[in-house]
Each structure stands twice: as structure tokens, then as C-alpha cells.
């Protein structure tokens, strides 16, 4: 959390894998209490791990983009939804030894309890494919429309979603503030 924030989509290529924390700063009303214009309290953290990993590769690509393109999946999610701009984001993001990705992810999610994390969840989903379309669009879809194969889920309520959202953000609640 100590490195100086950029913003998104990431100016630069760069290998590795790690964790990373997404910050909002917009006009997007429900947001205002979780706007971190300074970069301290993400709205979501992630992690990207080598290609592979998943399986128990045994020697990881260490140099393969994996942080960087996760983030730039991520930029492309912002820019797909019809009512955020990517340019209301900020990032943070530290390469990591392969080892310790998972456990610097859950600490921070812990510590932080980002709100697409634990409240609105989906935002770091990817298409489902074929086979799950009978399942139900995540809440970050449902608020955040525009990403094309969540339209093909089962819908949820947006009303529903708004008030996870006004419980989440209720003053005295929200999780994660020091």
C-alpha cells in the first residue's frame, strides 16, 4: 500500500505476478462513501498467479505478464460498463514470490474488506461459458451492466443490488476503515 498509485489502463507492460488493489474516486453516487481519492481503502483486490499455477506447475514463468494482464482484464471490465469510467480508478500492484500471492490477497481482503470483494461480488469473474448460463449474473453485473456475457445469465434484481450496497455503505458499517 506504500507504492504511489497509477492509474488505469496501466501505462506499461511488465512481468510478473501479485496482488493488486483497485480504488475508486468517481461520481458514481452510490460509491461516495468508498471513494479514496488519496488511494488508501480499495473497492477491490486481486491477485494474478503464473500461468500454470492453478495445476502445480512445477517451474512458473516468472517473466510471463500475469499481474498486468489481469489488471488490464479488469480495465476492460471498467470501460464495458455503461456507468463507471476507468478513469476513476486508481491501482496499486506488487510483483510477489508465487508463494505468497494467495495469503498477501486474503490478508488484504481481510484487512481492508474491499466492497467488490465482499458485498457486490463478480467483478473479477470471467464468461462462464456454455454450460453455466442457467446461473444468476453477479451482483457487480447487475449494478455495472455492459459486460456482454453476463447479459446471457439470469438477471437479479437491481433494487436488491442497491440495497446490499446502501447496508454495505451505511454510515457505521463500513468494513475495513481504520
Same mark, same amino acid.
Given at each position: 500500500?506504500g507504492?504511489?498509485? +497509477?492509474s488505469?489502463?496501466?501505462?506499461?507492460?511488465?512481468?510478473?505476478?501479485?496482488?493488486y488493489?483497485?480504488?475508486y474516486?468517481?461520481?458514481?453516487?452510490?460509491?461516495a462513501?468508498?471513494?479514496?481519492?488519496?488511494?488508501t481503502h480499495p473497492?477491490?483486490? +486481486?491477485?494474478a498467479?503464473p500461468?500454470?499455477a492453478?495445476k502445480?506447475?512445477?517451474?512458473?514463468?516468472?517473466?510471463?505478464?500475469?499481474?498486468?494482464?489481469?489488471?488490464?482484464?479488469?480495465?476492460?471490465?471498467?470501460?464495458?460498463?455503461?456507468?463507471?469510467?476507468?478513469?476513476d480508478?486508481?491501482?496499486?500492484?506488487?510483483?510477489?514470490?508465487?508463494?505468497?500471492i494467495?495469503?498477501?490477497?486474503?490478508?488484504?481482503?481481510e484487512?481492508?474488506?474491499?466492497?467488490?470483494?465482499?458485498?457486490?461480488?463478480?467483478?473479477g469473474?470471467?464468461?462462464?461459458?456454455?454450460?453455466?448460463? +442457467?446461473?444468476?449474473?453477479?451482483?457487480?453485473?447487475?449494478?455495472?451492466?455492459?459486460?456482454?456475457w453476463a447479459?446471457?445469465?439470469?438477471?437479479?434484481?437491481?433494487?436488491?443490488?442497491?440495497?446490499?450496497?446502501?447496508?454495505?455503505t451505511?454510515?457505521g458499517?463500513?468494513? +475495513?476503515?481504520?
Amino acid at each position: 500500500m506504500g507504492r504511489t498509485p +497509477g492509474s488505469l489502463p496501466l501505462a506499461e507492460r511488465f512481468g510478473g505476478s501479485g496482488v493488486y488493489a483497485l480504488f475508486y474516486d468517481g461520481d458514481y453516487e452510490p460509491y461516495a462513501p468508498l471513494c479514496s481519492s488519496d488511494a488508501t481503502h480499495p473497492i477491490y483486490v +486481486g491477485k494474478a498467479v503464473p500461468p500454470g499455477a492453478r495445476k502445480g506447475a512445477v517451474a512458473p514463468d516468472e517473466l510471463a505478464p500475469a499481474l498486468h494482464g489481469r489488471i488490464q482484464e479488469h480495465a476492460n471490465s471498467l470501460e464495458a460498463a455503461g456507468n463507471l469510467s476507468v478513469a476513476d480508478f486508481a491501482c496499486r500492484y506488487l510483483v510477489v514470490v508465487p508463494l505468497w500471492i494467495t495469503m498477501a490477497e486474503r490478508f488484504l481482503i481481510e484487512r481492508y474488506q474491499p466492497c467488490w470483494n465482499v458485498c457486490i461480488e463478480g467483478f473479477g469473474l470471467h464468461d462462464p461459458g456454455k454450460g453455466r448460463l +442457467g446461473a444468476l449474473r453477479p451482483w457487480w453485473d447487475t449494478l455495472h451492466p455492459g459486460r456482454p456475457w453476463a447479459a446471457r445469465l439470469q438477471p437479479r434484481d437491481q433494487a436488491e443490488a442497491r440495497a446490499r450496497l446502501r447496508a454495505f455503505t451505511a454510515p457505521g458499517t463500513t468494513p +475495513g476503515t481504520p
